[in-house]
């Protein structure tokens, strides 16, 4: 099901930063697992981070740890991801997801998701 919206993508330069936001629409995900996932051309739908409904426990794929955090705010009904140190291989469309359960690294078994946004990283 699709109700979640994402903002905050565009184009920056090697180095910079971006602030991912993704809000609930039509309902509040305060006791949902969030998460984000990015897709390159001709790549596959990879995990990038995803925090428990509780805000408890976050996981982080190798290739962003360090750099991205993922954090929640349920009385705003919105999660985000942070992007600092951005890399041209950073480059693609992000998607939030959110399930009642789910927090790993399987895209599909995420109940909710958004459309996307695009991040372009310029060398």
């Known amino acids: 099901q699709v109700q979640l919206v994402e903002s905050g993508g565009g184009l920056v330069q090697a180095g910079g930063s971006l602030r991912l936001s993704c809000a609930g629409s039509?309902?509040?995900?305060?006791?949902?697992?969030v998460g984000w996932f990015r897709q390159a051309p001709g790549r596959e739908r990879d995990f990038v981070a995803a925090?428990?409904?509780?805000?408890?426990?976050?996981s982080y794929a190798d290739s962003v740890k360090g750099r991205f955090t993922i954090s929640r705010d349920n009385a705003k009904n919105t999660k985000y991801l942070q992007m600092n140190s951005l890399k041209p291989e950073d480059t693609a469309v992000y998607y939030c997801?959110?399930?009642?359960?789910?927090?790993?690294?399987?895209?599909?078994?995420?109940?909710?998701w958004g459309q996307g946004t695009q991040v372009t990283v310029s060398s």
């Open positions: 925090i428990t409904w509780t805000g408890e426990k976050t």
């Open positions: 997801v959110a399930d009642p359960w789910y927090s790993g690294t399987d895209y599909n078994l995420y109940e909710y």
């Open positions: 039509g309902r509040t995900f305060n006791n949902y697992a």
